[in-house]
């Protein structure tokens, strides 16, 4: 499934926005892929133009053959105009992505009929606003950062990394010891490791968060 984030968190519905859809291209197909659509995605603005009508009707062959009236033609299916995609770098992340982005579930089936399923996935449609926590408490799967666990010890900051919608960590280095490769731009941090663990498979069952988690505590809205 395309989730980065485990159940054990802790945030405030006042720290979730709910005011951007992911564009187009991260949309997964389904909930079963993995992808810059994956819930527990570190996201930035890509289009905050509030000038434009919050909601527009588009044409989008999601609904259907857009050869055939009233089926997936002109200006039917509903999308939020305010974007949002996977921060990397130097971004300025405004949070993490609480829900996946897709458009089928595990059997090809599209979501849109489906709103009960939808719901149970955690899955917003395409177009959809995604609710992004810009603070909180959270525990990220292996898929949510990058480099070795060792770089993650307890007390250790988070910045993000050069993959888009991941971070990485890195140790606080003294005044005396710094190198020109220590030098880490101060504004970029935005939280740090509370712990780290492993998850592995009990039984007959495979574990799809099989590997290593980290618990991080972060705040986007300095």
Do not use: W
């Not at 992505?97 to 719901?119: C, R, V």
């Amino acid at each position: 499934m395309a989730l980065r984030i485990l159940p054990f968190r802790q945030y405030s519905d006042h720290d979730v926005v709910n005011m951007y859809s992911i564009i187009d291209s991260d949309v997964l197909d389904s909930t079963t892929g993995t992808g810059a659509g994956d819930a527990g995605v570190f996201v930035k603005v890509s289009d905050g133009n509030f000038d434009a009508d919050p909601v527009t009707y588009q044409t989008n062959d999601y609904l259907g053959d857009t050869s055939y009236p009233f089926l997936g033609t002109t200006e039917m299916y509903p999308e939020v105009n305010l974007k949002i995609t996977g921060a990397k770098g130097e971004d300025h992340a405004l949070g993490l992505t609480l829900y996946q982005t897709a458009k089928n579930d595990e059997n090809g089936e599209k979501l849109l009929y489906n709103p009960q399923k939808q719901e149970e996935l955690q899955a917003m449609l395409p177009g959809q606003a995604v609710p992004i926590a810009t603070k909180g408490i959270f525990t990220l799967a292996a898929a949510a950062f990058d480099g070795p666990i060792t770089s993650y010890t307890p007390g250790n900051k988070i910045k993000l990394s050069s993959n888009a919608g991941k971070v990485t960590g890195f140790a606080s280095v003294a005044l005396s010891a710094l190198t020109t490769g220590d030098l880490v731009d101060e504004t970029k941090i935005f939280g740090h490791v509370l712990g780290t663990g492993v998850r592995s498979s009990v039984g007959p069952t495979t574990d799809q968060f099989v590997g290593n988690y980290i618990v991080v505590s972060f705040d986007c809205n300095s």
